[in-house]
């Protein structure tokens, strides 16, 4: 029986309505104490749950026949996707595998999940799901334990609908801030990155539920994301993207890994021996299985090279895990101990997370407690950006308001592809056009800013103008005493923003909105960094990213000073695309070749796409290179005030630092104190080593503890093939942001080796 306690503390309503008489805990309980022997036990002796997950693999493989094991490393999609065949009981999402009833092995259901339950084709037309905010909001509030109760409910919803997989888990970090999945992952920092990716993983998974962690590795753009080539250096490679995968695998334990489409160093994800079996599941020891991602197969010798289960095998050319692999099996260039292997890690990840002791069961979602947690998210991750003196929050004195543009009186948007959720309740699908194999349509999710406005802006007059007319929404600005303007941003998978601008001429709006009234707030619900020309002419922005199933509701407390804010960004935000190592994109100059399916991919030449900038992601490469960013990674204003005081750094083994965090303010709120590392012994460095949300009361101070992962004092050291720590002096900051600074100290940690 798994633990399933940890929901954090603000979870605490979201506990309540787990514990209903239908959830996993209730349906399967054993007496502390006693061996938890379910009647089937004596013929399936694995179905002992004193056991362990690699005990009870060891005899259920004893049964298995290959036949089974071959069942086992293939799948199917769930849903009928140009034409292929759908099992039967195939309840209808991304992929199907099917299971051994002889033996109690339950089939796996699949769903994307990366902002909760996805149904993008809308294949279950009476499945609704709550909507997270975007990764990156999640990540903006720099809040391990939001992330976490954000991952325990989805795999709440996940197992309440059937499922027992979920493909959740991004991680690859934003490397350039036109990537069109950006608002999947969790930003440019390995550190922060990973700490909360792990979390979310833990709070899936608590609730009986494989978790994939995804897309393994350098997946880092959507253009040409099928032919792209990650060039990048080793050291550079395991400092940056694979750190964040390493630390996100430390923490969450997931079942499971999607290898990425693209290539790295020549070497397609899913065949990547290096990547698979060396780093992996050689040098980080992991014991879950890898699956692929939908048409990211080319031949059957791929399990050779680490990978597990070939997901959805009609998006590939071939079914290369069936036909193609047992001949490579009778010709000899495939193992029988391989594929038992395989099957193993599989039965591992789904005894680990406990899917055949607490199997799923359709239930009723509590769809109000879970719309909460979502909203404490998204209010923990809306970034104060600008704010002149009494902008924000707004005061009572504001008697007409004009809210403009947006969608605003619909509802807050949501990012494009497989990771569409569609939500409970009347939502607007705003059909953008164009083909491909990603539905292009804007799922608004009903949670409307307007709505939320009005009933906050007691005894004042709410007028709204849908911005489509600059004229009309000037006179409404011209009119009012305070603007509410919003800039949406919609990025879907498949396709990155082709620049930094809003568009749809949003900027020209915002500019003549704010040259019709100087207190002109902007709200921005983009999936990344936008660029600003309007900026020094308004009072106060918000970045509120797609602040998911009650968007509208946190964005109005956030204003109107219900909600102090507190998120910072977890992405630098560029003052030009000429400040980013790529100002073009590569492959954007070239027509897109297709999805794989049904071509032969290795045949079409790969675009290299050469990460020069190595492990200096985002404000590192902005601080090596002195470049001035429009607002700097961990930046975000509050209604309060803080400061930081009485430092110590102790060396040693590691870096331990310790401050006192003051609210010098009248205002409640929450701080995110950031340690960088700003030195090693031989050179200037510039790292997240630590970070901590703190809630402080007017007046009150806080005493803060960071202890620095060793490795992210290190150097990783390819010829010796592992991290290393040179001894001597490591300088460190405290900071509101990576770029101010207010407390510095030094310490000496001495010399060590760390196997990788
Ligand atoms: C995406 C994955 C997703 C899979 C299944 C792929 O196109 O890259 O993130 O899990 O489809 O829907």
Redesign the pocket.
């Known amino acids: 029986m798994k633990d399933r306690r940890t929901l954090g503390a603000a979870g605490a309503a979201l506990a309540a309505a787990l514990m209903l008489s239908t959830s996993p805990a209730a349906a399967d309980k054993t007496p502390a104490g006693k061996t938890a022997l379910l009647p089937q036990a004596a013929a399936k002796p694995w179905m002992n749950k004193t056991l362990s997950a690699a005990g009870r693999t060891a005899l259920l493989l004893k049964e298995m026949t290959q036949d089974e094991m071959f069942t086992l490393v293939s799948g199917d999609p769930g849903f009928a996707f140009l034409g292929a065949s759908v099992p039967k009981e195939a309840i209808g999402s ?2 199907y595998v099917s299971g051994i009833p002889r033996l109690g092995v339950p089939a796996l259901q699949e769903t ?1 999940a ?1 902002l909760g339950i996805a149904n993008p084709m809308k294949v279950r037309p009476n499945d609704f799901a709550t909507p997270l905010p975007s990764g990156l909001a999640t990540a903006a509030s720099f809040n391990p334990e939001a992330a976490h109760d954000g991952g325990a409910m989805i795999g709440q919803e996940a197992w309440r609908q059937g499922f027992n997989v979920l ?1 959740a888990g ?1 991680v690859n970090l934003a490397r350039d801030p036109r990537n069109g999945r950006n608002f999947e992952y969790l930003g440019e920092d390995p550190l922060l990155g990973g700490t909360l990716a792990g979390a979310a993983i833990a709070g899936i998974q608590e609730q009986n539920v494989i978790s994939t962690v ?2 393994f590795a350098i997946n880092d753009q959507e253009t040409k994301r099928f032919w792209a080539n990650s060039v990048i250096d080793e050291a550079a490679m395991r400092e940056s993207d694979l750190l964040a995968f390493q630390i996100a695998i430390e923490k969450g334990r997931p079942g499971s890994v ?1 290898c990425s ?1 693209n290539l790295i160093n020549g070497v397609y994800g899913c065949s990547n021996n290096h990547l698979l079996n060396e780093v992996l599941k050689g040098d980080w020891k992991w014991p879950g299985f890898v699956m692929s ?3 990211a197969v080319h031949d059957s010798s791929y399990a050779n090279a680490g990978l597990d289960q070939q ?2 095998a009609a998006f590939d050319k071939k079914p290369y895990f069936r036909e193609p692999l047992r001949a490579d099996l009778a010709k000899r260039s495939f193992t029988a101990e391989r594929l038992k292997d395989m099957a193993g890690r599989i039965l591992y990840a789904m005894f680990d997370a406990g899917v055949l002791d607490n199997p799923p069961v359709r239930s009723q979602i509590d769809f109000k407690a879970h719309a909460d947690v979502a909203r404490r998210i998204a209010e923990q991750g809306i970034v104060l950006l600008k704010n002149d003196v009494g902008a924000l929050p707004l005061a009572a004195s504001a008697k007409k308001i004009a809210v403009i543009g947006g969608y605003a009186a619909d509802g807050v948007i949501s990012g494009g ?3 569409q959720v569609l939500p409970e309740g009347r939502y607007l699908d705003v059909a953008l056009g164009g083909g491909g194999f990603m539905p292009r349509s804007m799922i608004l999710h009903p949670s409307s800013p307007l709505d939320a406005i009005k009933k906050l802006a007691a005894g004042a007059e709410v007028r709204f103008d849908d911005g489509r007319h600059t004229g009309s929404a000037q006179k409404l600005a011209a009119w009012a005493d305070v603007v509410i303007v919003f800039g949406v941003q919609w990025m879907t ?1 498949g396709a990155d923003a082709p620049d930094l601008s809003l568009p749809d001429r949003q900027d020209v709006l915002i500019d003549a909105v704010a040259a019709a009234n100087h207190k002109t707030i902007v709200v921005l619900e983009t999936g990344g960094p936008v660029l600003m020309p309007w900026l020094g002419k308004t009072a106060a922005v918000l970045e509120a990213w797609y602040p998911g199933a009650r968007g509208g509701e946190a964005i109005a407390n956030v204003l109107f000073g219900k909600v102090n804010p507190s998120g910072r960004l977890p992405i630098t935000f560029p003052k030009s695309i000429d400040q980013n190592p790529r100002p073009v994109i590569p492959g954007s100059d070239q027509p897109e070749p297709g999805m794989p399916l049904g071509a032969d991919a290795p045949t079409v030449k790969p675009i290299d796409v050469v990460y020069s900038e190595g492990a200096d992601v985002g404000y590192r490469l902005f601080g090596k290179k002195k470049m001035v960013p429009l607002f700097p990674f961990g930046y975000g204003l509050s209604y309060s005030t803080f400061d930081y005081k009485n430092l110590k750094v102790c060396g040693g083994k590691t870096l331990m630092i310790n401050f006192d965090v003051t609210n010098t303010s009248a205002v409640a709120g929450a701080d995110v104190p950031q340690v960088y590392l700003t030195g090693t012994p031989d050179k200037a460095v510039q790292r997240l080593i630590g970070f901590n949300r703190i809630e402080l009361k007017p007046g009150e101070t806080k005493e803060v503890t960071v202890t620095a992962d060793p490795r992210l004092l290190a150097d990783y050291d390819v010829a010796s093939h592992g991290w290393r720590v040179k001894a001597g002096q490591f300088k460190i900051v405290v900071a509101h942001a990576a770029t101010a600074t207010t407390l510095e100290g030094a310490a000496a940690v001495e010399g060590s080796f760390i196997r990788p």
């Open positions: 991304a992929g994307d990366s493909l991004g995804k897309h999607m489409y991602d939908w048409g997901s959805a592809g497989s990771s998978e």
